[in-house]
């Protein structure tokens, strides 16, 4: 089964940057998104940014939009998550994930949309990300 491995977490004051490094340690069969979910204390999951493999859509929630930048190396099976400008509200576990979308693009069309975490068969095992004031 695929390994994925998920890293580059920490703990910052608010308004500076980290980057988190995702590798799978072989690419995700029938896997068409790859992904970044987060999910804080008390919280659900929610889906922080994704890429479409096939074309490089990307998608954002709007809580990050600006600010956060997902990227792929396919040459490494690894996908990054570039995070500036941090918030106390960006604090939670962060979780990489692959999945499916059969139908295409999910996100596609402009119209309002949220990742969901039931698409993604492929799971990190977490890093935290704590941002303080």
């Known amino acids: 089964r695929v390994q994925v491995a998920d890293s580059g977490g920490g703990s910052v004051q608010a308004g500076r940057s980290l980057r988190l490094s995702c590798k799978f340690s072989?690419?995700?069969?029938?896997?068409?998104?790859m992904g970044w979910f987060r999910q804080a204390p008390g919280k659900e999951r929610e889906g922080v940014a994704c890429?479409?493999?096939?074309?490089?859509?990307?998608y954002y929630a709007d809580s990050v939009k600006g600010r956060f930048t997902i990227s792929k190396d396919n040459a490494l099976n690894t996908i990054y998550l570039q995070m500036n400008r941090l918030r106390p509200e960006d604090t939670a576990v962060y979780y990489c994930?692959?999945?499916?979308?059969?139908?295409?693009?999910?996100?596609?069309?402009?119209?309002?949309?949220?990742?969901?975490?039931?698409?993604?068969?492929?799971w990190g095992q977490g890093t935290q990300v704590t941002v303080s004031s």
């Open positions: 072989a690419y995700p069969g029938n896997s068409n998104m």
């Open positions: 994930a692959a999945g499916n979308s059969p139908w295409g693009v999910p996100w596609a069309g402009g119209r309002p949309y949220t990742l969901p975490a039931s698409d993604f068969g492929y």
């Open positions: 890429l479409w493999t096939g074309g490089g859509a990307s």
